[in-house]
């Protein structure tokens, strides 16, 4: 397996224009996260995903903000409008069915928005 | 509310020396703990982890140490090499499938 692929691997925006990070998990993992990376939080949570259905969306930080997982094996996390204080690295991560164990990382989006 | 919390975002250790990184957790739910390391451009990667049944965990030169009463956490990376200088991540879940990160320490280890 090629782990898990994000797209794209950076981005540079506008603000106020719409953004959309992709994400192909791990064939056979059933969970999916979205975290942020920044220097204050560190790997922020912002949703996951259990068998294609958001678990905990509570770290969605407004309402701009919106993923979706179509199926087992995409999601996305968009945001719109997008701010200059979006910018951050965005990871998205799949582990499997099974507690206990290591989620896997994708290399990141790295999202600029000017 | 930062529920993993690693209050030291740097540190800077002599190779061959022992490197210590500490981690505090708040809630008395989570179960298991794991430790992630990250390089610049790449995800983080999984490192050790460890159930909250146990209070030691070894592989390598890598040792995880659980501390349940004190809701401490500490990796130790005996010796240190400069191949290790990473930022390293303490994460824990309360066995939902839900993983929570800390803010990271950036570890910088000298020749």
């Known amino acids: 397996d090629a782990g898990v692929i994000q797209s794209p691997r950076h981005e540079v925006t506008e603000m106020g224009q719409e953004v959309t990070l992709r994400c192909k998990p791990i064939?056979?993992?059933?969970?999916l996260f979205w975290y942020r990376q920044t220097m204050m939080r560190g790997l922020e949570l912002l949703i996951y995903f259990n068998n294609n259905v958001p678990i905990d969306d509570s770290g969605m930080p407004e309402d701009r903000f919106s993923a979706k997982m179509p199926n087992a094996s995409f999601s996305t996390l968009k945001i719109q409008p997008s701010e200059p204080r979006d910018s951050a690295v965005y990871f998205c991560?799949?582990?499997?069915?099974?507690?206990?164990?290591?989620?896997?990382f994708g290399q990141g989006t790295r999202l600029t928005v000017v | 509310d930062q529920q993993v919390k690693q209050n030291s975002p740097s540190l800077s250790v002599q190779e061959g020396r022992i490197s210590i990184l500490n981690c505090d957790y708040t809630n008395s739910m989570f179960d298991y703990f794991l430790w992630y390391k990250k390089y610049p451009a790449e995800g983080p990667t999984f490192l050790i982890s460890?159930?909250?049944?146990?209070d030691k965990n070894e592989d390598g030169r890598f040792t995880v140490f659980l501390n349940k009463s004190a809701k401490h956490l500490s990796l130790h990376i005996v010796p240190s090499q400069p191949g290790d200088s990473a930022v390293y991540f303490c994460?824990?879940?309360?066995?939902?499938?839900?993983?929570?990160f800390g803010q990271g320490t950036t570890l910088q280890v000298k020749p």
């Open positions: 991560a799949s582990s499997p069915l099974y507690m206990n164990t290591e989620a896997f």
């Open positions: 460890i159930s909250s049944i146990k």
């Open positions: 064939s056979g993992h059933d969970y």
């Open positions: 994460a824990a879940t309360p066995n939902t499938g839900k993983l929570i």
